[in-house]
T-cell receptor, first 117, second 113 residues
Framework: GAVVSQHPSRVICKSGTSVKIECRSL??????MFWYRQFPKQSLMLMAT?????????EQGVEKDKFLINHASLTLSTLTVTSAHPEDSSFYIC?????????????FGSGTRLTVV | QKEVEQDPGPLSVPEGAIVSLNCTYS??????FMWYRQYSRKGPELLMY????GNKEDGRFTAQVDKSSKYISLFIRDSQPSDSATYLC?????????????FGSGTRLSIRP
Protein backbone atom coordinates (compact mmCIF):
# COMPACT_ATOMS: atom_id res chain seq x y z
CA GLY A 1 0.00 0.00 0.00
CA ALA A 2 0.87 3.64 -0.23
CA VAL A 3 3.39 4.80 2.34
CA VAL A 4 4.13 8.29 3.55
CA SER A 5 7.23 8.65 5.67
CA GLN A 6 7.52 11.53 8.10
CA HIS A 7 10.69 12.48 9.93
CA PRO A 8 11.54 13.12 12.69
CA SER A 9 8.90 11.41 14.82
CA ARG A 10 9.79 13.49 17.82
CA VAL A 11 11.79 16.66 18.33
CA ILE A 12 12.52 18.92 21.25
CA CYS A 13 13.89 22.36 20.50
CA LYS A 14 14.66 25.56 22.33
CA SER A 15 12.41 28.57 22.00
CA GLY A 16 13.53 30.79 19.14
CA THR A 17 15.06 28.05 17.02
CA SER A 18 13.69 26.57 13.81
CA VAL A 19 12.66 22.98 13.17
CA LYS A 20 12.26 21.22 9.83
CA ILE A 21 9.89 18.30 9.34
CA GLU A 22 10.10 16.12 6.23
CA CYS A 23 7.30 14.26 4.53
CA ARG A 24 8.10 11.76 1.78
CA SER A 25 5.83 9.66 -0.39
CA LEU A 26 7.75 6.41 -0.74
CA UNK A 27 6.01 4.50 -3.50
CA UNK A 28 4.07 7.11 -5.40
CA UNK A 29 4.33 10.67 -6.61
CA UNK A 30 2.39 13.33 -4.78
CA UNK A 31 1.85 16.63 -6.51
CA UNK A 32 -0.13 17.74 -3.50
CA MET A 33 0.57 17.11 0.15
CA PHE A 34 -1.23 18.45 3.18
CA TRP A 35 0.03 19.55 6.56
CA TYR A 36 -2.10 19.19 9.66
CA ARG A 37 -1.75 20.12 13.27
CA GLN A 38 -3.39 18.18 16.05
CA PHE A 39 -3.73 19.18 19.68
CA PRO A 40 -4.32 16.51 22.35
CA LYS A 41 -7.74 14.88 22.08
CA GLN A 42 -8.68 17.12 19.18
CA SER A 43 -9.14 16.48 15.50
CA LEU A 44 -6.84 17.32 12.66
CA MET A 45 -6.61 20.96 11.69
CA LEU A 46 -5.52 21.60 8.14
CA MET A 47 -2.71 24.14 8.11
CA ALA A 48 -1.71 24.29 4.48
CA THR A 49 -1.76 22.59 1.13
CA UNK A 50 1.67 21.97 -0.34
CA UNK A 51 1.89 22.06 -4.13
CA UNK A 52 4.87 20.72 -6.01
CA UNK A 53 6.69 23.47 -7.83
CA UNK A 54 4.51 26.31 -6.57
CA UNK A 55 3.63 28.21 -3.44
CA UNK A 56 1.74 26.54 -0.66
CA UNK A 57 -1.82 27.52 0.12
CA UNK A 58 -2.36 28.37 3.76
CA GLU A 59 -5.58 28.11 5.71
CA GLN A 60 -7.01 31.17 7.33
CA GLY A 61 -5.20 32.06 10.54
CA VAL A 62 -2.02 30.13 9.73
CA GLU A 63 1.06 32.34 9.51
CA LYS A 64 2.87 31.58 6.29
CA ASP A 65 6.05 33.26 7.50
CA LYS A 66 6.11 31.07 10.57
CA PHE A 67 5.28 27.78 8.92
CA LEU A 68 7.41 27.61 5.78
CA ILE A 69 6.48 24.91 3.33
CA ASN A 70 8.62 23.69 0.47
CA HIS A 71 7.53 21.07 -2.03
CA ALA A 72 10.54 20.82 -4.28
CA SER A 73 9.91 17.38 -5.71
CA LEU A 74 7.05 14.99 -6.36
CA THR A 75 8.00 12.92 -3.34
CA LEU A 76 9.10 15.43 -0.72
CA SER A 77 7.46 18.26 1.16
CA THR A 78 9.00 20.00 4.15
CA LEU A 79 7.48 22.10 6.90
CA THR A 80 9.78 24.45 8.78
CA VAL A 81 8.55 25.95 12.02
CA THR A 82 10.54 29.16 12.32
CA SER A 83 11.35 30.91 15.59
CA ALA A 84 9.45 28.26 17.48
CA HIS A 85 7.68 29.13 20.73
CA PRO A 86 6.13 26.88 23.37
CA GLU A 87 2.66 27.48 21.92
CA ASP A 88 3.88 25.81 18.70
CA SER A 89 4.27 22.55 20.60
CA SER A 90 1.89 20.14 18.92
CA PHE A 91 1.57 17.00 16.81
CA TYR A 92 2.20 17.76 13.14
CA ILE A 93 1.05 15.31 10.49
CA CYS A 94 1.44 15.32 6.72
CA UNK A 95 -0.63 13.44 4.19
CA UNK A 96 -0.80 12.78 0.49
CA UNK A 97 -3.49 11.38 -1.70
CA UNK A 98 -2.87 7.99 -3.29
CA UNK A 99 -5.95 6.76 -4.95
CA UNK A 100 -7.45 4.36 -7.32
CA UNK A 101 -11.09 3.54 -7.81
CA UNK A 102 -11.00 0.85 -5.16
CA UNK A 103 -9.37 2.77 -2.42
CA UNK A 104 -9.67 6.53 -2.42
CA UNK A 105 -8.22 8.30 0.53
CA UNK A 106 -5.35 10.11 2.06
CA UNK A 107 -2.32 8.33 3.42
CA PHE A 108 -0.87 9.94 6.49
CA GLY A 109 2.61 10.09 7.85
CA SER A 110 3.21 8.84 11.36
CA GLY A 111 3.38 12.38 12.71
CA THR A 112 5.97 14.54 14.43
CA ARG A 113 5.62 15.53 18.03
CA LEU A 114 7.21 18.93 18.50
CA THR A 115 8.01 20.19 21.97
CA VAL A 116 9.38 23.70 22.31
CA VAL A 117 11.04 24.43 25.63
CA GLN B 1 -22.28 25.01 12.39
CA LYS B 2 -19.40 22.69 11.53
CA GLU B 3 -19.45 21.01 8.13
CA VAL B 4 -18.95 17.63 9.78
CA GLU B 5 -20.26 16.73 13.22
CA GLN B 6 -19.04 13.75 15.19
CA ASP B 7 -19.68 12.80 18.79
CA PRO B 8 -16.29 12.89 20.54
CA GLY B 9 -17.22 10.20 23.05
CA PRO B 10 -15.55 8.57 24.83
CA LEU B 11 -17.42 5.40 23.98
CA SER B 12 -16.69 2.31 26.06
CA VAL B 13 -18.09 -1.11 25.18
CA PRO B 14 -17.30 -4.68 26.24
CA GLU B 15 -15.28 -6.96 24.01
CA GLY B 16 -17.40 -8.70 21.40
CA ALA B 17 -20.02 -5.95 21.22
CA ILE B 18 -21.14 -4.28 18.02
CA VAL B 19 -19.94 -0.69 17.84
CA SER B 20 -21.74 2.02 15.91
CA LEU B 21 -19.93 5.25 15.09
CA ASN B 22 -21.67 8.08 13.28
CA CYS B 23 -21.18 11.43 11.61
CA THR B 24 -23.53 13.99 10.16
CA TYR B 25 -22.67 16.62 7.63
CA SER B 26 -24.19 19.70 6.09
CA UNK B 27 -22.51 19.99 2.67
CA UNK B 28 -24.58 18.14 0.08
CA UNK B 29 -21.63 18.28 -2.34
CA UNK B 30 -19.72 15.65 -0.39
CA UNK B 31 -19.51 12.43 -2.38
CA UNK B 32 -16.47 10.62 -0.97
CA PHE B 33 -16.68 9.33 2.57
CA MET B 34 -13.89 7.83 4.60
CA TRP B 35 -13.26 6.42 8.03
CA TYR B 36 -9.85 6.65 9.65
CA ARG B 37 -8.51 5.01 12.77
CA GLN B 38 -5.91 6.80 14.84
CA TYR B 39 -3.98 5.21 17.65
CA SER B 40 -2.45 7.48 20.26
CA ARG B 41 0.50 9.51 18.92
CA LYS B 42 0.24 7.97 15.47
CA GLY B 43 -0.97 9.24 12.12
CA PRO B 44 -4.51 8.29 11.00
CA GLU B 45 -4.91 5.05 9.05
CA LEU B 46 -7.54 4.72 6.32
CA LEU B 47 -10.07 2.02 7.21
CA MET B 48 -12.89 2.36 4.75
CA TYR B 49 -13.84 4.44 1.77
CA UNK B 50 -17.30 4.76 0.24
CA UNK B 51 -18.42 6.69 -2.79
CA UNK B 52 -21.91 8.21 -2.69
CA UNK B 53 -24.68 6.33 -0.89
CA GLY B 54 -24.62 2.68 0.03
CA ASN B 55 -22.88 0.10 2.13
CA LYS B 56 -19.41 -1.34 2.05
CA GLU B 57 -18.14 -4.26 4.09
CA ASP B 58 -14.57 -5.25 4.88
CA GLY B 59 -14.12 -7.99 7.42
CA ARG B 60 -15.56 -6.86 10.74
CA PHE B 61 -16.13 -3.32 9.46
CA THR B 62 -19.16 -1.99 7.59
CA ALA B 63 -19.48 1.57 6.34
CA GLN B 64 -22.86 3.05 5.47
CA VAL B 65 -23.67 6.30 3.73
CA ASP B 66 -27.12 7.86 3.57
CA LYS B 67 -26.80 11.00 1.47
CA SER B 68 -30.49 11.83 1.77
CA SER B 69 -30.06 12.18 5.52
CA LYS B 70 -26.45 13.42 5.33
CA TYR B 71 -25.50 10.68 7.75
CA ILE B 72 -22.68 8.14 7.68
CA SER B 73 -21.92 5.23 9.96
CA LEU B 74 -19.18 2.77 10.73
CA PHE B 75 -20.07 -0.53 12.37
CA ILE B 76 -17.52 -2.77 14.03
CA ARG B 77 -18.61 -6.34 14.71
CA ASP B 78 -17.04 -8.61 17.32
CA SER B 79 -15.08 -5.69 18.72
CA GLN B 80 -11.61 -6.38 20.08
CA PRO B 81 -9.44 -4.49 22.59
CA SER B 82 -7.11 -3.72 19.68
CA ASP B 83 -9.93 -1.68 18.13
CA SER B 84 -9.52 0.85 20.94
CA ALA B 85 -8.55 4.06 19.16
CA THR B 86 -9.96 7.32 17.91
CA TYR B 87 -12.10 7.00 14.80
CA LEU B 88 -12.36 9.94 12.44
CA CYS B 89 -14.87 10.33 9.69
CA UNK B 90 -13.80 12.36 6.69
CA UNK B 91 -15.40 13.50 3.48
CA UNK B 92 -14.64 15.26 0.26
CA UNK B 93 -16.59 16.63 -2.67
CA UNK B 94 -14.11 16.02 -5.43
CA UNK B 95 -12.09 13.10 -6.77
CA UNK B 96 -8.95 15.16 -7.07
CA UNK B 97 -5.50 15.01 -5.58
CA UNK B 98 -5.87 18.65 -4.61
CA UNK B 99 -9.28 18.30 -2.99
CA UNK B 100 -9.54 19.09 0.69
CA UNK B 101 -10.82 16.49 3.03
CA UNK B 102 -12.93 17.66 5.94
CA PHE B 103 -12.55 15.65 9.12
CA GLY B 104 -14.90 15.08 11.99
CA SER B 105 -13.58 15.70 15.46
CA GLY B 106 -13.09 11.99 16.10
CA THR B 107 -14.73 9.53 18.52
CA ARG B 108 -12.58 7.91 21.18
CA LEU B 109 -13.49 4.24 21.46
CA SER B 110 -12.44 1.91 24.24
CA ILE B 111 -13.10 -1.84 24.12
CA ARG B 112 -13.11 -3.43 27.59
CA PRO B 113 -11.66 -6.98 27.77
Amino acid sequence: GAVVSQHPSRVICKSGTSVKIECRSLDFQATTMFWYRQFPKQSLMLMATSNEGSKATYEQGVEKDKFLINHASLTLSTLTVTSAHPEDSSFYICSALKWDRANYGYTFGSGTRLTVV
Amino acid sequence: QKEVEQDPGPLSVPEGAIVSLNCTYSNSAFQYFMWYRQYSRKGPELLMYTYSSGNKEDGRFTAQVDKSSKYISLFIRDSQPSDSATYLCAMSSSYSSASKIIFGSGTRLSIRP
